[in-house]
């Protein structure tokens, strides 16, 4: 039986993902899930029971992981948007070492295929395995854009006036720009990124719950050469749909290839990530409002942007053109399933998870025998 295999979860032992999959598991019937720390992943090797089931979680947050995690001597300052590649090359690193540890121990099997975690947090190879599935993404160079400058010819090249630029392994649109240009020489920017800059004069970019608009290029290009070293990616900006007077884009949560877990973000902003002070939309008045037939291959193509990833989970942010004719995925999110308060059939993301097990909608090898089963 399932529920007799040890359930080990990776994360950081106090923070809310991982409180909230443990009520799951308790609600649900599961065993306690034994926590693997992030830190000490972060750490070095790492041994994990013979036949068990290992989901791995955000190792975000904590100030000693990540200074692990990024091979720094000092505390990194957790609201600076910047030294995400990095956290990038340690969280890399911390997987394989876990791919390792499943591997010696006879039965255990991983939830998330840690390669495929990897190419989640990277939007740069995410899109690339997207767009080459054909599943729906918005338009990115093909070339590599290293800084301001390259980004202006990029977006010349291509005749974008308006693009986003996103730190290539950035999370809750840290360091994310909103970039517009018109002629003569107007431009735009709205970011998460707060500019300041030292003594020396050398920018700084801090994270800040509300958006900051430049409108010096001078100041745009210090924000995109300071994230650049980290790396970038590019998109063009396309039109969203409208909802109740504000702009809007789905996170959907698929679960072992279904998506019963949606949230409307609606925004008045480009950026619409609800820590930054947006709302929660009408799930059903959406709903509603755009039919069952749009709705349906809106949840199509989610599933088939999560389709492209070995992952019992993931959380789609999914566009929608105005007027719901075609739809765009902007990111998977191999921890996107922070959703609280939104179920399906009573279930939260974490419980049906869970239940994807039970019902083996997730399927999982057998143990071996004499071993846990």
Known sequence: MIRARPLVVVGVPGNRRLELFR???AASGWPEPTVLPWHDLASG???VPAGALVRVDSPGGDVPTERLLRGWDRDPDLYRAEGTGDHHAGFRAALARLADAVAAAPGAYLLQDVDDLVVMCDKRRCHARLEAAGVPVPPAPKTPVRGYRELRAAMERHRWYRVFVKPAHGSSASGVIALATAPGGRIRAVTSA??????????ALFNSLKPCTYTREEDVAAV???LAPDGLHVERWVPKAGFAGKTIDLRVVVTAGKAHHVVVRSSASPMTNLHLGNARGDLEALKAEVGPAAWDAAMA???AAAGCFDTLHAGVDLMAAPGWRSFAVCEVNAFGD???GVLHEGRDTYAEQLHALDTGRHPVPSAPVGRAS
């Open 194 to 203: 707060h500019l300041t800059r030292g003594g020396d004069g050398r920018p």
């Open 45 to 47: 090797p790492v041994e």
């Open 23 to 25: 009520a799951a598991a």
């Open 301 to 303: 193509v989610a599933e």
């Open 224 to 226: 995109v050469d300071a």
């Open 338 to 340: 922070l959703i609280p």
